[in-house]
């Protein structure tokens, strides 16, 4: 069992994480053509495949999160997935609580995991739990741990 978590934690991680981080990026910088920010931040290991599936689930999820953040009226009027998202990141870049970033970031690359790792006939490779505690585990023995030695 070790060894599969192993194996998706070291392919699908990185990618997650590195989809949150593009997130973070596009949102501080004022950036909001946030899908082109995400992938140009990618890993080389991020396969065109993967890369589809990030914009699909983007679409899907970020909408879902902005409900759970209670900033859904920023989307109300707004039909084009895309210009959701945009709106959602500005709605967030105008300032929302530490710990509602904190759930969207968690929820977010969560959710990213679990996609990536969801084998041929539709199921996961992990659970749900797993997907939190292998994100948990790498923003902070990784991306954390980077941010404190620079």
């Given at each position: 069992?070790?060894?599969?978590?192993?194996?998706?934690?070291?392919?699908y991680v990185p990618i997650a994480v590195n989809v949150?981080?593009?997130?973070?990026?596009?949102?501080?910088?004022?950036?909001?053509?946030?899908?082109?920010?995400?992938?140009?931040?990618?890993?080389?290991?991020?396969?065109?495949?993967?890369?589809?599936?990030?914009?699909?689930?983007?679409?899907?999820?970020?909408?879902?999160?902005?409900?759970?953040?209670?900033?859904?009226?920023?989307?109300?009027?707004?039909?084009?997935?895309?210009?959701?998202?945009?709106?959602?990141?500005?709605?967030?870049?105008?300032?929302i609580t530490d710990e509602q970033w904190q759930k969207?970031?968690?929820?977010?690359?969560?959710?990213?995991?679990?996609?990536?790792?969801?084998?041929?006939?539709?199921?996961?490779k992990i659970t749900w739990a797993e997907a939190g505690?292998?994100?948990?585990?790498?923003?902070?023995?990784?991306?954390?741990?980077?941010?404190?030695?620079?």
């Amino acid at each position: 069992m070790w060894k599969k978590v192993n194996d998706i934690a070291d392919e699908y991680v990185p990618i997650a994480v590195n989809v949150v981080e593009a997130v973070k990026k596009a949102i501080e910088s004022k950036k909001f053509s946030v899908i082109v920010t995400i992938i140009e931040t990618f890993t080389p290991k991020a396969t065109d495949e993967i890369i589809d599936t990030i914009i699909a689930l983007l679409k899907k999820y970020i909408p879902k999160i902005s409900l759970q953040l209670q900033i859904i009226e920023a989307i109300t009027d707004e039909e084009d997935p895309v210009k959701q998202i945009e709106l959602i990141f500005q709605k967030i870049g105008e300032g929302i609580t530490d710990e509602q970033w904190q759930k969207f970031c968690t929820g977010l690359a969560q959710e990213v995991l679990y996609t990536l790792a969801k084998d041929s006939d539709g199921g996961s490779k992990i659970t749900w739990a797993e997907a939190g505690t292998l994100i948990e585990y790498y923003y902070q023995n990784y991306v954390n741990q980077s941010k404190i030695a620079a």
